[in-house]
């Protein structure tokens, strides 16, 4: 599975950005999706997952209410949708699939995940 994310960048606080992960290998709907973030200094940390299916979803209490998880089977991709960012969501995010062994199944750590994409920058200013 490769996996390309795109849709990072500089928003004010306050602000709205969609994240996309385009996949690409592998039967899409049969993997778990999920999203983590890595903030200079720090370890990388899970933001919100989603099954294969998109009928269950996680999310970390730092972001519930404020971002959304979906994917989009058509197009191999899921998306983060984020609002109403603050300066403490500025990272780098990565994309991570994982073959899902039972249907609906999501994870939350990053040992968890197999594939990973490249990350992309998002800055929240102040």
């Known amino acids: 599975v490769q996996l390309v994310e795109s849709g990072g960048g500089l928003v004010q606080a306050g602000g709205s950005l969609r994240l996309s992960c385009a996949a690409s290998?592998?039967?899409?709907?049969?993997?778990?999706m999920g999203w983590f973030r890595q903030a200079p200094g720090k370890e990388r940390e899970f933001v919100a997952a989603?099954?294969?299916?998109?009928?269950?979803?996680g999310y970390a209490d730092s972001v519930k209410g404020r971002f959304t998880i979906s994917t989009d089977n058509a197009k191999n991709t899921v998306y983060l949708q984020m609002n109403s960012l603050k300066p403490e969501d500025t990272a780098d995010y990565y994309c991570?699939?994982?073959?899902?062994?039972?249907?609906?199944?999501?994870?939350?750590?990053?040992?968890?995940?197999?594939?990973w994409g490249q990350g992309t920058q998002v800055t929240v200013s102040s």
């Open positions: 991570a699939a994982q073959f899902e062994y039972y249907s609906g199944t999501i994870y939350y750590t990053r040992g968890e995940y197999e594939y």
């Open positions: 290998g592998r039967t899409f709907s049969s993997y778990s």
């Open positions: 989603v099954s294969g299916s998109g009928g269950s979803t």
